[in-house]
């Protein structure tokens, strides 16, 4: 079975329009009453498809044709398995959680996603041998998948602790939330750093500099999971430590953002569309980088932990505007698939309804601080999520027509 590009994409974004489609149905049930199904339901589903099926198999289809263009003795054909498997497990993620919740069938097949990932990671790691060590991307995909496994620890110790039913709150919360840092901040951040960076041209210059902000967003990640927890009472050396992460992870992106800016204009002067929505993506990073160091203020910290839309704002934030973002810009700045003035247009789309859905959550979260209730605040987050769905939908349909 040969490895195609275009096929596995193709799936992809099927993925991401059924992560749509239940993001859509959870704000329905929101405002309209759906009492066959459960909301925690479809919101595990949304979640760990979301991760899974959407983020996960793409970054792993990106990183195979990546290794392909630039190796010649590289046999991508050998992770079509990897890859049905993944599938196969997010599929029956999807549907066991939405039926029937945290039962046996859709915690087995999460933990049988993490071993999927783990041998992702021993056949891509044996592969990188193949390339060049001052290759740009190299060190960015080692620690990305380095971080993948971390994370799993907290996927083990959550099991763990519903298998003995021995559930304390904050160890609870924390293993999720060690869970999400390193997916999020690990695994996909650094996976798509080196996906980034594997399009520009490389220089001595650059070369030495994306060394240095390598070595620093490395080095800050683990502490920075400090900053998920600190509704937890630390030591106040603990909490120095936090703080620095937070600030040195802002010096590394300021550092990386000098480096590619010359080379990402003149790469994407061409296209003013996928130029806005880069820099739009640069700038969210920057936001969330200030929102982590302001999460380190005792005040503002209880209150983001302690309010639910600045929680899903923020993780809105990253797997939606930078996340996603990025990997559908990649897909079609590389020409994986074709871009034609249909699937451009259900790109804008999906890009203005992520625009959109941050600054209502935004607004929702601040008028919260002062427990001031919204009208009509869950309406229009419903009709953006529909914005949303007709996005992806309009990419999804109109991908195989000619321009």
Same mark, same amino acid.
């Given at each position: ?13 099927? +993925? ?24 925690? !339901?479809?919101?595990?589903? /949304? ?17 195979? /044709? ?9 046999? *991508?054909?050998?992770?079509?398995? %990897?890859?049905?498997? !993944? ?12 039926? +029937?919740?945290? !039962?046996?069938? *859709? ?35 080692? $620690? ?28 609870? #919360? ?6 999400? /840092?390193?997916?999020? +901040? ?30 620093? =967003? ?19 050396? %603990? ?5 620095? $992460?937070?600030? #040195?992870?802002?010096? $590394? ?6 480096? &590619?800016?010359?080379?990402?204009? *003149?790469?994407?002067? /061409? ?7 880069? %820099? ?6 920057? &936001? ?60 804008? &789309? ?18 919260? =601080? ?28 109109? +991908?195989?027509?000619?321009?």
């Amino acid at each position: 079975m040969n490895f195609r590009i275009s096929n596995w994409i193709k799936f992809s974004l099927l +993925n991401l329009l059924l992560v749509a489609i239940l993001g859509l149905l959870m704000r329905y049930k929101i405002v309209f009453e759906l009492p066959f199904i459960h909301q925690k !339901n479809i919101q595990h589903s /949304h979640s760990h498809f979301a991760f899974s099926g959407w983020v996960t198999q793409t970054l792993f289809v990106l990183m195979v /044709h990546f290794l392909s263009k630039i190796s010649v003795d590289f046999d *991508s054909n050998k992770y079509n398995k %990897v890859l049905i498997s !993944n599938l196969v497990c997010s599929y029956i993620m999807l549907f066991s959680f939405i039926f +029937n919740g945290y !039962n046996f069938i *859709s915690i087995a097949f999460s933990t049988l996603s993490l071993f999927v990932s783990f041998w992702f990671a021993y056949l891509f790691l044996k592969d990188l041998k193949l390339i060049k060590k001052s290759t740009l991307s190299k060190d960015w995909f080692k $620690a990305s998948l380095f971080f993948n496994i971390i994370s799993s620890f907290g996927t083990f110790a959550l099991a763990f602790m519903m298998a003995t039913k021995n559930i304390q709150q904050d160890y609870y #919360l924390s293993s999720i939330y060690f869970y999400l /840092h390193f997916q999020y +901040n690990g695994w996909f951040w650094f996976a798509c750093i080196g996906l980034f960076v594997g399009q520009l041209v490389p220089d001595l210059q650059l070369e030495k500099a994306n060394r240095t902000t390598f070595n620093w =967003f490395f080095i800050s990640c683990i502490p920075a999971f400090l900053l998920s927890i600190l509704w937890i009472k630390l030591p106040f050396w %603990v909490y120095l430590i936090a703080i620095f $992460a937070a600030i #040195l992870q802002i010096v $590394a992106f300021i550092k990386f953002y000098k480096i &590619i800016v010359n080379s990402f204009n *003149s790469k994407f002067s /061409h296209s003013s569309l996928f130029k806005y929505i880069y %820099v739009g993506i640069l700038l969210c990073v920057f &936001i969330k980088l200030f929102l982590q160091l302001g999460s380190t203020v005792p005040l503002i910290g209880k209150l983001a932990f302690g309010f639910r839309p600045i929680v899903i704002a923020y993780l809105h934030l990253v797997l939606l505007a930078i996340i996603s973002s990025f990997l559908l810009v990649y897909i079609y700045t590389n020409k994986l698939l074709v871009l034609n003035r249909f699937t451009r247009n259900g790109l804008a &789309i999906f890009i203005i309804g992520i625009f959109l859905n941050e600054f209502v959550l935004a607004i929702q979260g601040i008028t919260s =601080f002062s427990y001031i209730i919204l009208s009509y605040v869950n309406e229009v987050l419903l009709c953006i999520a529909f914005i949303l769905f007709i996005g992806i939908l309009a990419i999804v349909s109109f +991908n195989r027509k000619e321009k």
